[in-house]
């Protein structure tokens, strides 16, 4: 980071002081997202001085008008299945889609069993996605899954197309982690009531399924036949520097859970100074989204729209739930099941050292740290993901070791 100095950290942070005053608020197989929280903090640390220089240089209004071209020439998204809903503990409807495959051979095929038993259920793979994203986040993995896998992807409460917390808004209770492995275990109630399951998450999606386990142990005895890892934690993310100097780290640390408590009250206000300072917010996000210099700028708008996308107060809602998040004891709960832990070595959000713990709670697990990735890992390095999210189904005996997928830059299949 170029503005390591103590000066640097508190001119942006006044820089970040006059933003929140203008918004008037405190191939084969084989080969087949805490980031807007973190974004706000790292406002005020130090990193929008350089973002605001390198964007003067070009005019706001071709700026709006590429993101408009970004929008409507981008595939990334665009994947539907058929959609439902389920209904957590507290009433908050949770939307979720489901990819289903035909079986094989369809029905003139059952017909001809001989002796009338009932064909394996299907192996389902969940995807849960991270902070501030949607379960469009997987694109690229569901693209190249469809047709050889069924899958459900479902958007956390609060995100997306899910309701906001009925919980959070009907009574105000903070937000909390085993509150979205609650969730998680009612989506799978009402989207794959039998059979077997294959847990995949992402960052907050991680922690989800962290949160299933420990309080449904019997639950993943029974049923989860593999787990994926993917840019995620099972604790002490209060530690985390996001990437700044230690004196910047700390003053974010100080300050960041009562401006976003102040920010969530003046949503509308905040939103609008959102809007007005999104060359400044789309900077900031790339370099907390990705480490390699060469995205796809589309994948970089689609990233970006996603975080858009999350109201203010839902950000400050959910993001004292990660200091508190410790779940290295469901770890061992994984035990004897394939699992695969991967992330970016450039992940500032939730650093590799988070997943290296977790693999070494886990010996059997196959650790998986991609070069030049950053949090957004699977959008960054897609065909790195699905290759190895391939070779987990394999060994889990959900899909043949033969099976062939996709392309990773599918759209639609």
């Not at 847990?199 to 962290?210: A, C, D, F, I, K």
């Not at 209060?238 to 910047?248: D, I, K, M, S």
């Not at 640390?253 to 206000?269: C, H, S």
């Not at 390095?381 to 394999?394: G, I």
Request: aromatic share 6%.
């Amino acid at each position: 980071m170029s503005e390591s100095s103590a000066e640097a950290v508190a001119d942006a942070a006044s820089a970040a002081v006059a933003v929140v005053s203008a918004t008037g608020a405190a191939g084969g197989w084989r080969r087949a997202t805490g980031i807007a929280g973190a974004a706000i903090g790292v406002i005020a640390a130090g990193a929008a001085a350089g973002v605001a220089i390198e964007r003067m240089t070009v005019g706001r209004g071709m700026r709006a008008k590429a993101r408009l071209a970004l929008d409507s020439a981008g595939p990334y998204g665009a994947l539907r299945g058929t959609p439902g809903k389920a209904i957590a503990d507290d009433g908050t409807e949770l939307y979720y889609e489901v990819d289903d495959v035909e079986p094989q051979g369809g029905p003139a095929g059952r017909r001809r069993r001989l002796f009338g038993r009932k064909a394996p259920l299907p192996v389902t793979v969940v995807f849960s996605h991270g902070y501030c994203l949607t379960q469009d986040s997987w694109h690229f993995q569901r693209a190249a899954l469809r047709g050889v896998v069924r899958t459900v992807h479902w958007d956390q409460r609060s995100h997306g197309r899910s309701a906001r917390g009925a919980a959070q808004l009907r009574d105000d209770v903070p937000l909390t982690i085993d509150q979205l492995g609650r969730d998680l275990k009612a989506v799978i109630d009402a989207a794959a009531p039998e059979g077997p399951i294959v847990l995949v998450g992402h960052s907050m999606g991680g922690m989800t399924v962290m949160a299933l386990a420990a309080q449904y142990p019997e639950f993943l005895r029974e049923r989860v036949v593999a787990t994926a890892f993917v840019g995620t934690s099972s604790g002490r993310l209060g530690e985390v520097n996001f990437g700044l100097p230690v004196a910047g780290v700390n003053a974010v640390r100080r300050v960041l859970p009562g401006v976003l408590k102040a920010l969530g009250q003046q949503a509308a206000l905040v939103e609008k100074g959102r809007r007005a300072t999104a060359d400044l917010f789309a900077g900031i996000i790339k370099r907390y989204s990705f480490a390699s210099k060469d995205v796809d700028p589309a994948v970089a708008r689609f990233a970006e729209r996603m975080i858009e996308g999350t109201p203010i107060d839902v950000v400050a809602e959910f993001y004292p739930a990660f200091t508190d998040h410790d779940k290295t004891e469901a770890l061992g709960l994984f035990t004897g099941m394939p699992v695969l832990v991967l992330a970016g070595t450039g992940d500032l959000v939730t650093p590799s050292e988070h997943s290296e713990a977790i693999a070494d709670a886990l010996p059997g697990a196959e650790l998986v740290l991609v070069p030049d990735a950053g949090h957004l890992v699977m959008l960054e390095h897609p065909e790195v993901v699905t290759d190895r999210l391939a070779d987990l189904l394999a060994r889990a005996g959900a899909v043949p070791a033969t099976a062939t997928v996709g392309g990773c830059d599918s759209a639609s299949s």
